[in-house]
């Protein structure tokens, strides 16, 4: 059974930082990648960043790239996603998610995190 746990959501000022976790467990197929998504209220749910877990190869959305970094502690079974100079945009839900290297869809979601940025 795979389960996706994020932590580390909260509300800081613009400018200010937030790392994002994402511990991973029972994600028996080989190679998978790790995501985060983001929705905004009133927003659909949108792409910010991902990561494979074999090799790191990483791809961002354009709004993030520059300011949040995506990475991965292979023995914690955890992705990180380091979020710094936080704008008011940025705030939403952020979903850590998973899916087959070969798949074209995520199957499989955390409950989502609260990150809001203040101006």
Known sequence: QVQLVESGGGMVQAGGSLRLSCAASGLTFSPYVMGWFRQAPGKEREFVARITWN???TYYVDSVKGRFTISKDNGK???YLQMNSLKPEDTAVYYCAAR???SSGYG???QGTQVTVSS
């Open 77 to 79: 079974n955890t992705v």
């Open 55 to 57: 090799d790191g190869n």
């Open 108 to 110: 499989y979601w955390g």
């Open 100 to 102: 087959a290297s070969g």
